[in-house]
Each structure stands twice: as structure tokens, then as C-alpha cells.
């Protein structure tokens, strides 16, 4: 899933300029895919109709907007996590606090199902690293 998406796409990626970087990740740089405006708009949009394939472009326009916001997101978080650790850590408190961790994955269970609870995984380890 969301770990075959980094693989594949040549690992973590930083934030942006001024925010901390999350595990060694490098900034966030969008890029057009290969082939850019020479594609045909049906092959860009999976239609031909002049309407529907601008309706589609608005609106990847605004999931990468999302997309950027998520990524920007992820890595502020990861972060702030990060420093939660260090912090307790360096007074004497434990890696880990399992009922923050418990209360996180029922938070997105509750809000998004099955798939919550993978996501909230995934936050998880990018804050605090495997176990």
C-alpha cells in the first residue's frame, strides 16, 4: 500500500524549506509525469469529451493541491512526534506510551474504518520508527 507507493516511488520525500526534515527525507518537489502536454487529452483524462476532460483536470488539480498538503502534513507531524520522543526520553520517561499510541488508532478507526487504522500505522512508525 502506502509503503509499495514510496518504494516505488524512490523513498520518503522532506518538507518543505524551514520545517524540520521527518527520518532524513528530502523536500517535496511535484513533478509532471513523462510525456507532460504531448498526450492526447484522452489519454491524459480517460475521455474525449471536451467537458468531462476539463472537469478532470480541475479536479486533479485540486487532489495534488491535497496531495501536497498531505505530504506537508505528514511530515510536520512525524517531526513533532519525533521531538515528543526525544523529549520524554531525555527525562527519564519510556520510548513509548502505549494508550497515546491505542487512542490514536481508535481515533482513526472510529473516523475511517479498517483503512484508518492502517493509515494511523503508518503515522505511528513515521514519528517514532518500527519496533
Known sequence: MMADVMEQSGG???PEAGRPA????EPAVATPPPGGDAEPAEQQTGTEEPAAAARIVQI???????DNALITL???RAALS????VTRMA???TRLVLSRE???????????GADGTQ???LLLRAGRGPL
Open 12 to 14: 520518503p520525500i522532506r
Open 22 to 25: 521527518a527520518q532524513g527525507a
Open 60 to 66: 486533479r488539480q485540486r487532489i495534488n493541491e491535497i
Open 74 to 76: 505528514w511530515q510536520e
Open 82 to 85: 519525533q521531538e515528543v520522543g
Open 91 to 93: 527525562s527519564g520517561g
Open 102 to 112: 491505542r487512542e490514536i488508532l481508535e481515533r482513526f478507526r472510529v473516523a475511517l
Open 119 to 121: 493509515l494511523a500505522l
